[in-house]
Antibody, heavy 128, light 108 residues
Framework: QVTLRESGPVLVKPTETLTLTCTVSGLSLSTATVGVSWVRQPPGKTPEWLAHLFSKDEKSGDGKSYINTSLRSRLTISKDTAKNQVVLTLTNMDPVDTGTYYC??????????????WGQGTLVTVSS | DIQMTQSPTTLPAFVGDRITITCRASQNIGGWLAWYQQKPGTAPNLLISKASNLESGVPSRFSGSGSGTEFTLTISSLQPDDFATYYCQRYNSYSSLAFGGGTKVEMK
């Protein structure tokens, strides 16, 4: 049974840095090609893919990450294999970043992936 | 970036109706499309992958079709549990994944 659980602050101030942690169970981040993504959803709006991280690239053996180009200057994704966690960091938070942040397992397609297991999500509000 | 456009935005319907939701891509994405159902206060739930592959546990009244730039999600006989918002998602590239704008299926 794969489960993902998000944790982090519910309220951050404008210009602050958001750090969210996704704790994964039933899936090892040390296993090749396992991928975990972050998706956010502003209230009443459509989901937005933020980033994903793969435990190991099939060719290089190294972990590989992809970040939404619109957030590349502000977003970092990393993992702690020993704790089986994926960490999202988003700098310079703004009220438009308010929304529910989901940790998701990405299922491989050919050159992309879809999301089969979702965490329950954590609502982050950006306000002074 | 390839844009995903869903229609209609809102779909009023009765229980028992056959309904169809359309998702159009601005460029060819092959068959790399997924569909999700979302109810208020919960995470999206995967219904269909690769345009037409029904996920395990999803009722057979749901079906997906299409390829290239035009895709459809059909519910053959709408049930009370199906009133929700539906999203398509293209996954033709790991570096750029995107959802459609959503279709809210509501009671007529």
């Amino acid at each position: 049974q794969v489960t993902l659980r998000e944790s982090g602050p519910v309220l951050v101030k404008p210009t602050e840095t958001l750090t969210l942690t996704c704790t994964v169970s039933g899936l090892s981040l040390s296993t090749a090609t396992v991928g975990v993504s972050w998706v956010r959803q502003p209230p009443g709006k459509t989901p937005e893919w933020l980033a994903h991280l793969f435990s190991k690239d099939e060719k290089s053996g190294d972990g590989k990450s992809y970040i939404n180009t619109s957030l590349r200057s502000r977003l970092t994704i990393s993992k702690d294999t020993a704790k089986n966690q994926v960490v999202l960091t988003l700098t310079n938070m703004d009220p438009v970043d308010t929304g529910t942040y989901y940790c998701v397992r990405i299922c491989h397609g050919s050159s992309g992936g879809y999301f089969d297991y979702w965490g329950q999500g954590t609502l982050v509000t950006v306000s002074s | 970036d390839i844009q995903m456009t869903q229609s209609p935005t809102t779909l009023p319907a009765f229980v028992g109706d056959r309904i169809t939701i359309t998702c159009r891509a601005s460029q060819n994405i092959g068959g790399w499309l997924a569909w999700y159902q979302q109810k208020p206060g919960t995470a999206p739930n995967l219904l269909i992958s690769k345009a037409s592959n029904l996920e395990s546990g999803v009722p057979s009244r749901f079906s997906g079709s299409g390829s290239g730039t035009e895709f459809t999600l059909t519910i053959s006989s709408l049930q009370p549990d199906d009133f929700a918002t539906y999203y398509c998602q293209r996954y033709n590239s790991y570096s750029s994944l995107a959802f459609g704008g959503g279709t809210k299926v509501e009671m007529k």
